[in-house]
């Protein structure tokens, strides 16, 4: 059957672009779009709520990220980014089938593995919540591409909330670190995926436990050049903003959430209580 041939000729380059995480991890891959695509406007949703994603069920993550979907194309979004690993491993089809081809959906983990698929890697690791690795996303995906991988999944769930409590350079975070990464699962590895995106918040951390030895994939670099290549295909990328807004919305206002967002976005930035 022929895939349907997308078109997005009813957006405008103007238009903001939408981006949802259960928390602070996705900051990383906004940091990124920032960076990127510096004329960009962003509307920025997490669910602090409800994080993390990665201890809960099915039903809940799609019924979470579904929502925040209906309000970011309320916003008119003109791109949803879903930057969160455990959304994107429970809540794509929902997602996509809740857009219905309207705007593109770009999610973190399929970029990422396709680019894995077709570097020179031979055994890889994916460190993730329960959430994502219960699914096997992430294999299927890389071995879908390349079917001589050799992909291992280790769930690391004590890292998401260690990050949002703000124990980043610290004795806890260096102890758990160890501990997952001591694991046997991942003890021949030689490219390490953070299947989180708040785990780049720690990636300092985690090249140090591994020295050279093993690469550590930068995912939100990835995910945004792949938004780039989208936009730019369809003729949506905005170069003519000399001052983009950036917009957060939270469920749940939290001092860690505000002192990262801060820090990547300047102090100027508001966030704005939105409970759906």
């Keep these: 059957m022929k895939k349907k041939q997308q078109d997005f000729s009813h957006l405008s380059a103007k238009q903001p672009i939408g981006i949802f995480d259960s928390g602070v991890g996705g900051l990383t891959v906004a940091k990124e779009i920032k960076r990127l695509l510096p004329h960009e406007d962003l509307i920025y949703f997490g669910d602090t709520k409800h994080l993390p994603y990665g201890e809960k069920s099915r039903e809940a993550i799609v019924g979470y990220s579904t929502k925040i979907t209906s309000f970011l194309l309320e916003k008119n979004c003109k791109a949803i980014v879903i930057a969160c690993n455990s959304a994107t491993a429970n809540a794509l089809t929902e997602v996509l089938e809740l857009v219905d081809g309207k705007v593109p959906v770009i999610d973190v983990i399929n970029p990422v593995?396709?680019?894995?698929?077709?570097?020179?890697?031979?055994?890889?690791?994916?460190?993730?919540?329960?959430?994502?690795?219960?699914?096997?996303?992430?294999?299927?995906?890389?071995?879908?591409?390349?079917?001589?991988?050799?992909?291992?999944?280790?769930?690391?769930?004590?890292?998401?909330?260690?990050?949002?409590?703000?124990?980043?350079?610290?004795?806890?975070?260096?102890?758990?670190?160890?501990?997952?990464?001591?694991?046997?699962?991942l003890k021949n590895i030689e490219t390490l995926i953070l299947g989180c995106t708040h785990y780049p918040l720690l990636i300092d951390e985690i090249r140090q436990y591994y020295g050279n030895r093993v690469r550590v994939i930068d995912s939100p670099s990835i995910v945004a050049n792949q938004l780039k290549m989208i936009l730019d295909k369809h003729h949506l990328l905005n170069d003519r903003n000399p001052e983009p807004k950036y917009q957060f919305y939270l469920s749940d206002l939290t001092k860690n959430f505000e002192k990262i967002s801060k820090k990547f976005f300047g102090n100027s930035i508001n966030l704005e209580l939105k409970v759906l």
Excluded at 130 to 135: D, E, F, I, L
Excluded at 159 to 184: D, M, Q, R, W
Aim: glycine share 4%; charged share 20%; aromatic share 8%.
């Design 113 to 185: 593995a396709e680019k894995v698929a077709y570097e020179i890697h031979n055994n890889v690791g994916v460190i993730a919540t329960k959430a994502t690795v219960n699914s096997g996303l992430y294999k299927k995906s890389i071995r879908r591409h390349n079917k001589f991988i050799k992909v291992d999944e280790l769930a690391t769930p004590l890292l998401v909330p260690a990050i949002e409590e703000g124990f980043k350079n610290h004795p806890i975070t260096h102890s758990i670190i160890y501990n997952y990464l001591s694991n046997s699962k």
